[in-house]
C-alpha cells in the first residue's frame, strides 16, 4: 500500500505551529481532515478553538476527539489526502488527566500514556494518507512548581522524541520560522569523528 509522508510539527506557544501545520497541509492536498484534540472546559479555550476553526478553509472536515486519535487516524488515514492532528500536548494532557478532579498521577498511567503516543506513531506511519502532527515544546522554559505540571512535561517531551523519532520530516518552529529539525540531526558517532564535516 502507497504510505503517505508522517510530518512532525513542535515549537514553543504561539510559534506558528498550527499556521505551518495548515499550510503543508494545503501543499499536500486539497482534502484535508483536521482532528481536534481540545476540550472545551472555559472561554479561553473557546476563544482560541474559535480562532482555529476560522482560520481552516471551509472544505476541510473537522473531527474533534480528546482521546481516542489513534483509532480515529486508523479509520480517516486509509485514504488520499492529508490528516492533521492538533495537538499532541492536549491529547497527552487528556490522557494523563481525564477529569479536571484527577489528582496524582500514577507510574503505570504514564507509561499507559507512552505506549498509546507509541501506538499513534506508528499508526501515523503507516497511513496511505499525509499526516500532519503538532505538539508544543514544553521544556524550554521555566520548570512547573508542582510535581503534575512536572509529570505532564516530562511526558510531553518523551512523546516528541517518540514521534520525531517515527516521522519522515521534523519541524520546529520558532518565532513563526521552520526549521527542518531532522535534516540537521546528527548520531553521536557522526559528530565524533568527523562526518558533520567539522572534523579532518
Known sequence: MKRGKFIFITGGARSGKSSFAEKVASCLSEEVTYIATAEVLDEEMAARVAEHRLRRPPGWR????????????????????????????????????????????????????????????????????????????????????????????????????????????????ISGMAIDIKALHREPESVLDGRDGAGG
Open 62 to 173: 473537522t473531527i474533534e476527539e480528546p482521546r481516542r486519535v489513534a483509532a480515529v487516524l486508523e479509520k480517516v488515514g486509509q485514504k488520499d489526502g492529508v490528516v492533521i492532528i492538533d495537538c499532541l500536548t492536549l491529547l497527552i494532557a487528556n490522557l494523563l488527566f481525564p477529569s479536571p478532579t484527577d489528582g496524582d498521577v500514577q507510574e503505570c498511567q504514564k507509561e499507559k500514556v507512552l505506549q498509546e503516543i507509541r501506538h499513534l506513531a506508528r499508526v501515523a506511519s503507516s497511513c496511505r494518507a499525509h499526516v500532519v502532527i503538532v505538539s508544543n515544546e514544553l521544556g524550554l522554559g521555566v520548570v512547573p512548581p508542582y510535581p503534575q505540571g512536572r509529570i505532564f512535561r516530562d511526558v510531553t517531551g518523551w512523546s516528541n522524541q517518540i514521534m520525531a523519532r517515527e516521522a519522515d520530516h521534523a519541524f520546529f518552529l
